[in-house]
């Protein structure tokens, strides 16, 4: 079974960075697609959780929730079991509880109805105005 940890929130003035990990650890966890999701203030309910970048497995190819993109970076080292997301430029609408995901591929993660294999337990960003 494939557990993940994340590390690295906090809180941050508007248009400061942050970079988060998550590492991974079990049998095959260097196989897994993995991605960030975050989930909002006042969204407590799983399927509210928001889809933020991916990375596949070998780390070819990654993607972005338009809000994100060109603000936010997604990169993995499997020698480490590790991936990171580097969050700059980071705005108040950014605040939420990410949460680092494992899963089948990139587009599973990030489609209508997401399919996720293990979350992690999350950790908070706060971003003040």
């Known amino acids: 079974q494939v557990q993940v940890v994340e590390s690295g929130g906090g809180l941050v003035p508007s248009g400061d960075s942050l970079r988060l990990s998550c590492a991974a650890s079990?049998?095959?966890?260097?196989?897994?697609?993995m991605g960030w999701f975050r989930q909002g203030p006042g969204k407590e309910r799983e399927f509210a959780r928001e889809f933020v970048a991916g990375i596949s497995w070998r780390g070819e190819s990654t993607y972005y929730e338009d809000s994100v993109r060109g603000r936010f970076t997604i990169s993995r080292d499997n020698a480490k079991n590790t991936i990171y997301l580097q969050m700059n430029t980071l705005k108040p609408e950014d605040t939420a509880v990410y949460y680092c995901?494992?899963?089948?591929?990139?587009?599973?993660?990030?489609?209508?109805?997401?399919?996720?294999?293990?979350w992690g337990q999350g950790t908070l960003v706060t971003v003040s105005a």
């Open positions: 079990g049998r095959a966890s260097g196989s897994y697609a």
């Open positions: 995901a494992a899963g089948v591929s990139v587009a599973t993660m990030a489609g209508p109805e997401p399919w996720v294999e293990v």
